[in-house]
């Protein structure tokens, strides 16, 4: 809505109306000058009643701003339009507003359009520049960039601020006209000239990335600057960016944080995460993890996906002090991955694989792998995918674990489950230890050793013999009527050491072995794959938590998620 001060508005008047020449109009214009409005409403709206436009009009300003009269939107909406009717270019242009915003009459953009047309092409450059907008954005019109661009033409070759900007909008980026950069910077030139901080900004981008212009650095920094000072924050964000790389000069990291911490203030949010990253890596500043987060906040707060992702990583690893926070981590991660970054897809797909705060889903965390650029994403998709596999086609369980498919993680959390004494468990260590007496009847202990990288390899069941040549035939039985005759024996059943073997579908080794003369007899599952994997490690180093300097591979793995495989 069009709100002019009075003279403003009678001078309008003036010049499509000769209502001056009557004398009843020039009294209410004096009285209206003098503060009298109420006299001048009074002889405006006998004008208008007699159908007199400029009458109408000015009577439709004082119904809108109330000087005379009480505000009455509906009554200045009536005169407005009595007044446009009457070909009146400044009544058009405020009634088409009125229709914009639903002002005392019903919204209706094809209303504002049918206006803005009439008032535009009597070269009123404020309802061209609506046009352009209109047809730019098909809001009451067809979608028409070529309208578009023509109406916003209209209003710059008048010097109309907004339209100067626009159309050299239209010309950087191509939209509905060829791209043109000389173009563009002969209209970013207009606009910067009014004072037009955006307008300087981008013809600084111009000179920086020579587009149009010779590259030049120091002209692109000037230009950053000049927006900056008239408060443009992405301006103060290049000013501080320039001082940083050095890119306009020497490096300057006390006026980068200056200019950066004037965008931040004013809510740039890439000024917020960059500054939250010099605070967090202490980069020309003392190292301080509390305002870094401060900042990171503030950036995602303006769905910044990078800020959320760094977020994730300080909450996941605890850094500098800050507690660790699996469930803050696991929010922000999936923040940032419904803003498009692609790296936090990765660490949201170990929460879905392991089941971290969330119920464990396979299909999702191979989906969120999958999307990650990571190379270690890659690794765990690869792996994931293997234990998917092997999850379909596995059938020897342990303790409800299909244990051709299991790591330490899942086997140990499940022995626990069933109410099973651990003896000895390290992860440090090639095995794990626990107490089966109570659980499962004649066994003493169980032994579950794991590869370097806690795949399972064998599962070992101690029964005390005392004596007894019959013991391993009692458990060949319990194991016969469950996996059918073995495969393969080995030794003398009646004295001596004997054995029995089965190997089973999913590749799982079974044995059931005595020893002499004691009888300690011990029931084995063992995956052989993994079991010649372990013998190799053990020989390249007995330290389980052993890692080459030169292995470049599992360097890269160790710092990753953790994965079933």
Not at 94 to 99: E, I, P
Not at 323 to 331: E, L, R, T, W
Not at 529 to 554: G, R, T, V, W
């Amino acid at each position: 809505m069009f709100k002019l001060a009075a003279i403003t508005l009678l001078s309008a008047v003036l010049l499509s109306s000769n209502a001056f020449a009557r004398s009843d109009f020039n009294d209410a214009y004096e009285a209206a000058q003098a503060g009298d409005y109420a006299h001048a409403v009074s002889l405006w709206k006998k004008l208008a009643k007699q159908g007199d436009p400029a009458a109408q009009y000015a009577l439709a300003w004082m119904y809108e701003s109330g000087q005379g009269v009480l505000i009455d939107i509906k009554q200045a909406a009536h005169w407005y339009k009595e007044a446009a009717i009457q070909n009146n270019i400044a009544a058009q242009a405020v009634l088409a507003s009125l229709y914009d915003q639903g002002t005392g009459v019903t919204a209706s953009p094809q209303s504002a359009v049918k206006w803005y047309l009439k008032a535009a092409n009597q070269g009123d450059a404020e309802s061209q520049f609506q046009l352009g907008l209109h047809y730019q954005d098909g809001n009451g019109a067809l979608q028409n960039d070529r309208q578009s661009f023509l109406w916003f033409s209209k209003a710059a070759e008048q010097g109309y601020l907004s339209a100067e900007l626009h159309l050299a909008n239209i010309y950087r980026l191509g939209k509905g006209v060829k791209q043109d950069y000389h173009a563009a910077i002969k209209w970013y030139k207009k606009a910067s000239s009014q004072g037009n901080a955006s307008a300087t900004f981008y013809l600084a981008q111009f000179y920086e990335l020579g587009h149009g212009v010779v590259q030049d650095n120091l002209r692109a920094h000037s230009l950053y600057q000049a927006s900056a000072l008239k408060n443009f924050a992405p301006a103060a964000y290049k000013a501080g960016e320039f001082h940083e790389n050095g890119k306009a000069g020497k490096t300057n990291l006390e006026q980068a944080m200056k200019w950066y911490k004037s965008a931040a203030n004013k809510g740039d949010s890439t000024a917020q995460y960059k500054l939250a990253k010099l605070y967090q890596n202490g980069s020309g500043i003392e190292k301080n993890i509390r305002i870094a987060i401060n900042w990171y906040k503030h950036a995602a707060i303006k769905n910044h996906p990078q800020a959320y992702y760094h977020l994730g990583l300080i909450y996941e690893k605890g850094e500098q002090g800050i507690k660790i926070n699996k469930s803050k981590a696991f929010d922000y991660y999936q923040k940032a991955v419904s803003l498009g970054n692609l790296y936090a897809n990765a660490h949201l797909a170990a929460y879905y694989e392991q089941g971290i705060g969330v119920p464990m889903d396979i299909e999702r965390a191979l989906a969120l792998y999958q999307k990650s650029p990571e190379a270690w994403s890659k690794v765990n998709y690869q792996k994931l995918s293997e234990h998917k596999f092997c999850l379909k086609n596995a059938t020897t369980e342990l303790f409800s674990v299909p244990i051709a498919c299991t790591n330490r993680q899942v086997l140990s959390k499940e022995i626990k489950n069933k109410k099973i004494t651990v003896i000895s468990e390290n992860l440090a260590d090639w095995s794990d230890t626990y107490f089966t007496g109570a659980a499962i009847e004649g066994t003493s202990q169980l032994e579950i050793t794991y590869t370097r990288e806690d795949y399972f390899a064998s599962a070992q069941y101690t029964f005390i013999g005392r004596s007894d040549p019959s013991l391993i035939f009692r458990i060949k039985e319990i194991v016969q009527q469950k996996y059918d005759q073995p495969d393969t024996s080995e030794g003398d059943p009646i004295k001596g050491e004997v054995s029995f073997q089965w190997l089973l579908n999913d590749g799982i080794k079974v044995v059931v072995q005595r020893k002499w003369p004691d009888t300690t007899t011990f029931l084995t599952y063992s995956l052989p794959e993994h079991i010649e994997l372990l013998k190799a490690q053990q020989k390249q180093s007995p330290d389980k938590i052993y890692l080459a300097d030169n292995d470049a591979e599992n360097k890269t793995i160790g710092k990753v998620a953790p994965s079933f495989f």
